[in-house]
């Protein structure tokens, strides 16, 4: 397991070698099939209403997929996350000692891109605005890359100098430094628990934390909802005086997504209440830059409806198992995709599902095995 996940960040990295995310795969399926055996759980014991919320998920992603066939290669993406989700279940128990194999590949990304960074711009660093991903494709696949990479050193990585320097200097730089401005934002959240991580375990102060929690993800979706608006009522105007052309939030990119996302629906909205409830197809003959928007184009409000009880079961097993550590690095990498997911297909792209995903069903398994305890 260790060298598996060690080695999935340099995979994404690696981006345009598509066959390793192939081998990825089928090195899944094999440890899958493994530890299945290895184990022997009782599946009728082990089985959760998470896990239902999954099979259903995968039944309306097949249906949707029945409909077009062409889209082969979505549909074995999304089903991938899936896979890590049943990774999480059956290797629940092994994934944390995995830290120091995650922290070092951390580091490693963070660093090989810092210095093809400082290879390329020189003694002009700090006047970068876009630094075209770097080793990535674009720069928000790179920001994402920090971001995941920041949360697995600061609640993986040994206490030191370098670790901080990495944390508080070199991270923030890779991120700031970019034109990534959704990324910037999450980042900033990411902070934010991870304050509230040290509030509670360092400091005692549980309540206080799990109030803050609260109204961090009652802002974030606020926020989700308020960036949709204009797709319904076609009129940004309101984002526009809000962020203007600032650096973090320019409203031409959004203005730029409004546009990509209502050229879709013109093309083909869905229509009756069975298109409602069940969705299109994967195929929406336009690419769909929103997680949110593909998911009730494809498999509908019943589909779009079991990914939000996912949603919850996972973060209701996540805040009630004694493993605090679990809880606040899975709040972090769900608000790291479902918040990439509002102007990104998340789902899609396994370098933004797969851990979300994993540690999904690592907790779900965690807060089991304490009920039976």
Known sequence: MSVFLFLKPFVDLLYGFQWLDVA??????????????????????????????????????????????ATWQTYIKVLSAFLMYFMGRLYYDRILECGDALALSSYLIIYINFIHRILTFGSKLLQVTNADGDLY????????????AFIFVSMFARNSVFKYVTLLLVCP?????SDAGIQMVLFLAVVLVLVLYILEVALHRKTFAMIGMGALIAGLLLCVVFLYLPVFTGNASGITSLF????????????????????????RRPEGAAEVLF?????????????????????????????VLLIIFAFHAANRTQERKSFYITMMLAILMLGSG????????????????????????SQGQQTEQ
């Not at 089985?47 to 999954?54: E, I, K, P, S």
């Not at 509002?342 to 398994?365: C, D, H, P, R």
Request: aromatic residues 16%.
């Open 173 to 177: 730089y890779m991120i700031f430094w």
């Open 342 to 365: 509002v102007t990104f297909n998340t789902m899609e792209t396994t370098q933004m599902s797969w851990f979300v995903m994993l540690f999904a069903g690592m907790v779900i398994s």
């Open 279 to 307: 969705g299109l197809g994967l195929n929406t003959q336009l690419p769909l830059k929103s997680l949110y928007l593909k998911a009730f184009y494809s498999i509908g409000v019943l589909g779009a409806a079991m990914g």
């Open 244 to 267: 203007g052309d600032n650096s973090i939030l320019n409203v031409t990119h959004m203005e730029t997504r409004y546009a990509e996302w209502q050229e879709v629906f013109a093309v």
């Open 24 to 69: 990825m795969v089928v090195l899944a399926v094999c440890m899958l099939f493994y530890q299945y055996l290895l184990v022997r759980p009782d599946v009728k014991k082990m089985f959760r209403a998470a896990d239902a919320a999954v099979l259903l998920l995968v039944l309306c992603l097949t249906a949707a997929f029945l409909r077009d066939t």
């Open 137 to 148: 494709f674009y720069d928000t696949d790179l920001a994402y890359a920090m971001v995941l």
